[in-house]
């Protein structure tokens, strides 16, 4: 299923649409070619650029490529936006910094795990969109925006990819003029995240598919070793990287690595260094 994107009415009341990404545009449709505070929904164009985002996307084939892409297109089309990260926050204390697109981006991030606040430590977890007019003057988190209005951030926009639990992804924009960030920074950011939740979920299934191939193929030549050396068959080799594994207080993984490089299985005994 796809993600739900939350969006902000534009006549300044906060009124919440909850959709499917791929029911956006339609959303969008509908509003286009009303005056919207004087702001008019450039549809056509934007539909346009993220057509070609999507088909960019599909030919990359790691999940660095796709995030870095993301970004790169996010700050070419959100208006006020001068960097942006991908931030992937664990447990709601672990902060990691993808693709950023510039040093300011990647020391928000880091300031985000430093202070242990931030817009992505607790707001994006309740709100699909959170904007922050003005760090130097904001309250929500003042050790954060302190730092960050320091760094030379003046103000920043972000926007939900998933929660999972205690998990959260988010595409954070990072303007460094104050109230950089207008009703069609949010209007375009939205349509730009909703392409991200799902390029980003894709490109994780395609990091642990990746892994798990890796993973398949190095247990193979372990195998294929201990078959060779001891005239095993496929089952007790397998049996045999187990056994050890228990004995040694490693990882199946770990054993199965040890062999292929070095031709030998690691004899370290459970409990000893």
């Not at 207008?182 to 598919?209: C, I, M, N, P, R």
């Not at 228990?246 to 199965?256: C, G, I, R, Y």
């Not at 040890?258 to 030998?264: D, F, K, Q, R, V």
Request: a negative charge; proline letters at 3%.
């Amino acid at each position: 299923m796809l993600p739900l994107v939350r969006w902000r009415c534009l006549t300044g009341q906060f009124v919440l649409h909850e959709r499917r990404a791929s029911e956006l545009g339609a959303i969008m449709a509908t509003e286009n070619g009303h005056d919207l505070n004087g702001w008019i929904a450039p549809q056509d164009d934007i539909a346009h650029r993220l057509g070609d985002l999507a088909r960019s996307l599909q030919r990359e084939n790691s999940e660095d490529a796709v995030l870095e892409r993301l970004v790169r297109t996010a700050v070419m089309l959100v208006p006020g936006a001068d960097e942006a990260s991908i931030t992937l926050v664990t447990g709601r204390r672990g902060v990691q910094s993808r693709a950023p697109t510039g040093d300011l981006a990647r020391t928000l991030d880091e300031l985000q795990e430093r202070t242990g606040e931030g817009p992505c430590m607790s707001a994006v977890y309740h709100e699909e969109i959170v904007i922050v007019p003005e760090l130097r003057t904001e309250h929500r988190w003042p050790r954060f925006s302190a730092g960050a209005a320091a760094a030379g951030a003046g103000s920043m926009l972000c926007f939900r990819l998933f929660v999972e639990g205690d998990n959260l992804g988010a595409l954070n924009l990072v303007g460094r003029s104050a109230h950089a960030f207008t009703e069609e920074s949010e209007y375009v950011g939205a349509l730009v995240a909703s392409h991200a939740a799902v390029a980003v979920a894709d490109a994780q299934k395609l990091h642990q598919f990746k892994d798990a191939i890796a993973t398949r193929d190095l247990i193979g030549q372990a195998k294929g070793i201990l078959m060779e050396r001891y005239g095993l068959t496929a089952g007790q080799a397998f049996i045999m990287l187990v056994q050890v594994s228990t004995t040694s207080n490693l990882k199946l993984l770990a054993v199965a690595e040890e062999l292929a490089i070095t031709g030998n299985l690691p004899v370290r005994t459970r409990g000893k260094p």
